[in-house]
């Protein structure tokens, strides 16, 4: 891209009605509520002077990312003596190029500084600077036709004789208001904004018998939308919102979480309507292009349970249950899969230090050794998850245990039946005993034969072997079913 320097020969001009409106006063109070799905509700009282008659009223700091037909206005001075006419979002901001797209077809200079010298040619611009796709602006190169031919994306500074009408500094509401007196209102103003959002991560420390979990909640606050909102009170809605979406979301740059020491939290917390309000006791100011993160809880002692799974057929079952590539029984004979699942669990309760509906988000967990160091050993991702439901993160694959699967019998009973036995290995190379959960996934009408171990039936398609493995041992599972379909 060329270098361009913009520079105005004639008046500056701005939008007509802008320029015969008031200016509203600036916020004496501030109220967010922001939603985990990038939106946010934005409540302001304002102090305004109307006179009898029609006025016209600017608020030049709204949101860039307003969504104008969410706007609520309303006196609460006088309810009934104001009444709003029409309102008018005007967003099409001053910046160079978008003066360039408007100036196409008149008269523009160019200075170009060459060897101390200043050369000015004076042509006709042809082309709009840039261009807008999927919320991307494209630069094109200025085309400007002057008397001894066309000059193609020139370096140097430019200059338009004057500012294009209907720009404004910065987004801006204007009201065009019917007051009954002349009075000063307390005005309420109330819309919904983009581009603001926040998010739940968790800290978890493991302590050194892989016991007891210590828990801290973040909230990580991202503001895009445009405006800075100064010593605000601020609500968190945690839940499904239903929104009707009228184009694609928009991609939020998350900022990078922190580490900290516990502290009480700052959030108090209450259901609303089907969702979870998180209040901050302390007013914040939310910048724009700010990341912020606040504490949300903190909770130390919360009892764990470490859980082994082996899943061999994890990745047959899944093939055939979403594509329907194998019939049961057909196409399958030794599993590749040796890894074996560690997770660990809890019942967010009371009882456990916990009983707080938690927010949807990713948890970071690191493990305390005896000697005070910390090291990081997996992270998972939990939904919106109520008081006394059970909370379950896979961390990654444990190196001393390995399973093997294989199928060892195939019997053809009929078109519609068939018989298979299974054999699972588990060998355990750790110093110190562990339970496996073998899970095993069956499809049709199936019933368990025989099996060398005590089995649970999960659900319809789900079997479940708990298996004790002694250390440096080996442990054997076989099992029989006959499917139907």
Request: with cysteine.
């Given at each position: 891209?060329?270098?361009?320097?913009?520079?105005?020969?004639?008046?500056?001009?701005?939008?007509?009605?802008?320029?015969?409106?008031?200016?509203?006063?600036?916020?004496?109070?501030?109220?967010?509520?922001?939603?985990?799905?990038?939106?946010?509700?934005?409540?302001?009282?304002?102090?305004?002077?109307?006179?009898?008659?029609?006025?016209?009223?600017?608020?030049?700091?709204?949101?860039?990312?307003?969504?104008?037909?969410?706007?609520?206005?309303?006196?609460?001075?006088?309810?009934?003596?104001?009444?709003?006419?029409?309102?008018?979002?005007?967003?099409?901001?001053?910046?160079?190029?978008?003066?360039?797209?408007?100036?196409?077809?008149?008269?523009?200079?160019?200075?170009?500084?060459?060897?101390?010298?200043?050369q000015?040619?004076?042509?006709?611009?042809?082309?709009?600077?840039?261009?807008?796709?999927?919320?991307?602006?494209?630069?094109?190169?200025?085309?400007?036709?002057?008397?001894?031919?066309?000059?193609?994306?020139?370096?140097?500074?430019?200059?338009?004789?004057?500012?294009?009408?209907?720009l404004?500094?910065?987004?801006?509401?204007?009201?065009?208001l019917?007051?009954?007196?002349?009075?000063?209102?307390?005005?309420?103003?109330?819309?919904?904004?983009?581009?603001?959002?926040?998010?739940?991560?968790?800290?978890?420390?493991?302590?050194?018998?892989?016991?007891?979990?210590?828990?801290?909640?973040?909230?990580?606050?991202?503001?895009?939308c445009?405006?800075?909102?100064?010593?605000?009170?601020?609500?968190?809605?945690?839940?499904?919102?239903?929104?009707?979406?009228?184009?694609?979301?928009?991609?939020?740059?998350?900022?990078r979480?922190v580490?900290?020491?516990?502290?009480?939290?700052?959030?108090?917390?209450?259901?609303?309507?089907?969702?979870?309000?998180?209040?901050?006791?302390?007013?914040?100011?939310?910048?724009?292009?700010?990341?912020?993160?606040?504490?949300?809880?903190?909770a130390?002692?919360?009892?764990?349970?470490?859980?082994?799974?082996?899943?061999?057929?994890?990745?047959?079952?899944?093939?055939?249950?979403?594509?329907?590539?194998?019939?049961?029984?057909?196409?399958?004979?030794?599993?590749?899969?040796?890894?074996?699942?560690?997770?660990?669990?809890?019942?967010?309760?009371?009882?456990?230090?916990?009983?707080?509906?938690?927010?949807?988000?990713?948890?970071?967990?690191?493990?305390?050794?005896?000697?005070?160091?910390?090291?990081?050993?997996?992270?998972?991702?939990?939904?919106?998850?109520?008081k006394?439901?059970?909370?379950?993160?896979?961390?990654?694959?444990a190196?001393?245990?390995?399973?093997e699967?294989?199928?060892?019998?195939?019997?053809?009973?009929?078109?519609?039946?068939?018989?298979?036995?299974?054999?699972?290995?588990?060998?355990?190379?750790?110093?110190?005993?562990?339970?496996?959960?073998?899970?095993?996934?069956?499809?049709?009408?199936?019933?368990?034969?025989?099996?060398?171990?005590?089995?649970?039936?999960?659900?319809?398609?789900?079997?479940?072997?708990?298996?004790?493995?002694?250390?440096?041992?080996?442990?054997?599972?076989?099992?029989?079913?006959?499917?139907?379909?």
């Amino acid at each position: 891209m060329q270098k361009l320097v913009l520079v105005f020969a004639g008046l500056i001009l701005t939008s007509a009605i802008t320029a015969v409106a008031d200016t509203a006063g600036k916020p004496s109070s501030v109220e967010l509520t922001i939603y985990n799905q990038d939106f946010a509700l934005v409540r302001e009282v304002r102090e305004i002077s109307l006179k009898k008659g029609t006025n016209y009223v600017a608020v030049p700091d709204v949101a860039a990312s307003i969504q104008p037909e969410t706007v609520a206005f309303k006196s609460l001075t006088d309810p009934g003596g104001v009444v709003v006419r029409e309102q008018n979002y005007q967003y099409d901001v001053i910046e160079p190029n978008t003066i360039l797209n408007k100036s196409v077809g008149k008269t523009i200079k160019v200075r170009r500084f060459i060897d101390g010298s200043v050369q000015e040619i004076e042509g006709i611009l042809l082309n709009p600077a840039s261009v807008k796709t999927n919320d991307q602006e494209k630069y094109l190169g200025v085309v400007i036709k002057t008397d001894k031919g066309v000059l193609l994306n020139p370096s140097g500074e430019i200059e338009v004789p004057e500012l294009p009408e209907g720009l404004v500094s910065r987004p801006t509401l204007v009201w065009k208001l019917d007051a009954s007196k002349d009075d000063t209102h307390r005005a309420e103003i109330a819309y919904i904004t983009n581009d603001i959002t926040w998010r739940a991560d968790y800290v978890a420390v493991v302590d050194a018998l892989d016991k007891h979990v210590d828990l801290t909640g973040w909230v990580t606050l991202v503001n895009n939308c445009g405006t800075t909102y100064e010593n605000a009170s601020l609500n968190l809605m945690a839940g499904d919102v239903h929104r009707i979406q009228r184009e694609e979301a928009k991609q939020v740059a998350w900022g990078r979480g922190v580490m900290a020491e516990a502290m009480a939290p700052q959030f108090a917390e209450k259901a609303f309507f089907e969702y979870h309000l998180y209040t901050l006791t302390e007013k914040t100011t939310v910048r724009d292009k700010e990341s912020k993160q606040l504490t949300l809880l903190s909770a130390t002692e919360i009892p764990v349970k470490k859980v082994y799974v082996y899943d061999g057929r994890k990745a047959w079952w899944q093939t055939w249950r979403y594509y329907g590539t194998y019939y049961p029984g057909e196409s399958y004979d030794v599993s590749a899969s040796k890894k074996v699942a560690v997770f660990i669990e809890t019942v967010n309760s009371k009882e456990n230090n916990l009983g707080i509906p938690l927010p949807k988000g990713i948890v970071r967990v690191y493990k305390q050794e005896a000697s005070a160091n910390q090291h990081f050993i997996g992270e998972d991702e939990i939904d919106h998850t109520p008081k006394d439901e059970k909370i379950r993160l896979y961390l990654g694959d444990a190196f001393d245990i390995v399973g093997e699967h294989k199928r060892t019998g195939f019997r053809r009973i009929s078109n519609t039946e068939v018989e298979e036995t299974f054999e699972i290995t588990l060998r355990n190379h750790k110093d110190t005993p562990v339970t496996v959960v073998v899970v095993e996934h069956l499809s049709g009408d199936w019933r368990i034969v025989n099996c060398s171990h005590k089995y649970y039936k999960k659900d319809a398609s789900t079997l479940e072997i708990p298996v004790e493995v002694e250390k440096d041992g080996q442990a054997v599972v076989t099992y029989t079913a006959r499917t139907k379909w």
